[in-house]
């Protein structure tokens, strides 16, 4: 699904990443964990295609195609999406509208409105997500963990099938972290195709939606790659324990 | 004009006193206007006014004793258009909401004052102004004369362009730039409206 070869990325002629090598394939979940500050969340900025983050050097390809050629919209069109680490609030703008633009630039068709409303409460039902979410200003007013929550909701709706989670579990509580973990492995479960990259520094959230494969990042690249056992050495070790070992 | 518990739409100048409940919507008028309007005691007023005309508006609010105004004004111009808000406190216990939010792509002026002279007491007064200039300017004086005792005034100003990391965030969704655009000023334009009513007819009135 995605393959990432030496990329390099700066921002404000910063590096951040350097040689980055990382692949993720069809149903795998993959966790990226790593200390504050090393560049987990660049990595999904840049794959979503964040303009203050510049691909220096190295290459992306989502199944088979470049996708530094393609700009924000497509990768999201082609299925990429981002739940972001602090959603950013849209005043005067409500859930409603966001998924009605999103729904019909992504089909082509103007949507029916009685489907696309009964689709929406569906969602919400099943999420345990108020319904008055619906005509909300887009995560105006809302906690942190009720902005994850919505972040999942228009993941419901946009239905993508690479999902990056930055940090998912900051914020939350722990019924919370629960509950969306949950929403989440039964999302992927519903399609083989799907796949899921983490971006976390604690092994809570792995405790719901088990890896495949755990990569840390340090010194602006993945050092050491294992399974799920990895994430719990680290639990006890911690990252710089780790940094020790592999040097 | 007396205006006692009653909705009406204007698109002229005028001279009201409003005692009661009541309502006043304006939408893209024909010419500039000029509106006095004195509440007097224990009424209640609200004001939607929306604008895509180059044609001025000029508001002088008096308010006696236990009033309540609330004024919600949007704009979208490609002209030249100035906005002059003045409110006059006579007496007590009233309350004051102004909330202007616009699209300018024309020149934009605006003076809004809160006067709150000395001898009144327990007033309130909030000023909301937000404006996006995407293609064009604006200027705003937002003032408030407060010699008031017990007094409660907030205001809020902003002049922006478009947020690019809303702007990122929308197309991470799959909105192509020009819907985000037309998205987040459909917000400053139809967003603070409360009255859903009003926002039909605004949107009905565009299309014809």
């Known amino acids: ?247 | 004009m007396r205006l006692n518990n009653k909705s009406i739409d204007i698109n002229d100048s005028v001279n009201i006193d409003v005692l009661g409940n009541s309502k006043i919507n304006i939408i893209n008028p024909d010419s500039d206007i000029k509106l006095n309007i004195h509440l007097k005691d224990n009424s209640n007023l609200i004001i939607n006014d929306f604008n895509e005309t180059k044609n001025d508006i000029d508001y002088n609010i008096i308010q006696d004793n236990n009033s309540i105004f609330n004024m919600y004004h949007t704009f979208r111009i490609s002209d030249n258009y100035n906005i002059n808000y003045k409110v006059n406190f006579l007496g007590n216990n009233n309350i004051n909401n102004v909330y202007i939010h616009g699209v300018s792509n024309g020149m934009v002026s605006m003076n809004v004052d809160g006067i709150l002279p000395s001898g009144g007491e327990n007033n309130i007064v909030n000023e909301d102004i937000k404006v996006l200039t995407i293609h064009g300017s604006c200027f705003i004086s937002p003032m408030l004369h407060v010699s008031n005792l017990n007094v409660i005034a907030n205001h809020k100003t902003a002049i922006s362009k478009i947020d690019e990391n809303i702007i990122f965030y929308l197309e991470s969704k799959g909105i192509n730039r020009a819907s985000a655009e037309e998205l987040i000023e459909n917000g400053y334009l139809y967003g603070i409206y409360e009255d859903k009513e009003f926002i039909k007819r605004i949107r009905s009135d565009i299309n014809e």
Do not use: W
């Not at chain 1, 990432?4 to 404000?12: A, C, G, R, Y």
């Not at chain 1, 500050?37 to 510049?54: A, H, L």
């Not at chain 1, 195609?65 to 700009?71: A, V």
């Not at chain 1, 924000?72 to 849209?90: A, D, F, H, W």
């Open chain 1, 1 to 247: 699904m995605l393959k990432i070869d030496n990329l390099t990325v700066s921002v404000n002629n910063k590096i951040i990443l350097k040689d980055f090598n990382m692949e993720i394939k069809d149903s795998e979940v993959v966790a990226l964990m790593g200390p504050n500050g090393v560049g987990k969340s660049t990595i999904c900025k840049v794959i979503m295609g964040d303009p203050n983050y510049i691909v220096e050097s190295g290459s992306i390809t989502y199944n088979n195609e470049d996708l530094l050629k393609m700009d924000v919209v497509t990768r999201s069109k082609k299925g990429i999406y981002l739940v972001n680490q602090n959603p950013i609030e849209v005043e005067g703008v409500t859930n409603a509208d966001l998924l009605r633009s999103a729904v019909e630039e992504k089909t082509n068709e103007r949507i029916n409105i009685f489907k696309f409303d009964k689709e929406l409460t569906g969602i919400c039902d099943e999420l345990d997500i108020p319904k008055s979410f619906i005509h909300r200003d887009v995560n105006v007013g809302m906690s942190g963990g009720e902005r994850k929550k919505n972040e999942i909701l228009h993941l419901y709706m946009l239905k993508p099938d690479f999902i990056m989670l930055d940090e998912l579990d900051s914020g939350l509580d722990v019924d919370n972290l629960r509950e969306l973990s949950l929403a989440l492995t039964k999302y992927l479960n519903e399609d083989k195709k799907r796949s899921c990259l983490i971006v976390t520094h604690h092994t809570n959230i792995l405790e719901y939606i088990k890896p495949n494969k755990v990569n840390i990042l340090m010194d602006k690249h993945i050092v050491e790659t294992g399974d799920y056992s990895l994430a719990k050495k680290i639990e006890v070790s911690g990252f710089k324990g780790e940094e020790n070992e592999t040097k």
